[in-house]
């Protein structure tokens, strides 16, 4: 069983910046890509990043240039970092994993909070 594990969330001021952590139990090579999912009380999960095993990355419109996804391969470790965070970002933030097997079910790990407030 895939796990999946997120660190690094809290609470920050407007304008400031965190960093993600999702190190994942086996090579991430093996998925076909891994993002970063958030859900806001009251709304729907949402994707905000993804990375595809060849590199390709995607951004939700609202965190275009202030998000940006990485990974460290060695590390089996994908990364998140926020910056000029807002109020509207504040949720629980998903680690996703897409298995290469069509149809199988995606990995998720336990979440972590992002609260941005002043």
């Known amino acids: 069983q895939v796990q999946l594990v997120e660190s690094g969330g809290g609470l920050v001021q407007p304008g400031g910046s965190l960093r993600l952590s999702?190190?994942?139990s086996e090579n991430i090579f093996s998925f076909f890509g891994m993002g970063w999912y958030r859900q806001a009380p009251g709304k729907q999960r949402e994707l905000v990043a993804e990375m595809h095993t060849g590199g390709n990355t995607y951004y939700a419109d609202s965190v275009k240039g202030r998000?940006?996804?990485?990974r460290d391969n060695a590390e089996n470790t994908v990364y998140l970092q926020m910056n000029s965070?807002?109020?509207d970002d504040t949720a629980v933030y998903y680690c996703n994993a897409e298995p290469r097997k069509v149809g199988a079910p995606a990995y998720w790990g336990q979440g972590t909070q992002v609260t941005v407030s002043s």
């Open 67 to 70: 998000f940006t996804i990485s």
């Open 22 to 24: 999702c190190v994942a």
């Open 85 to 87: 965070l807002k109020p």
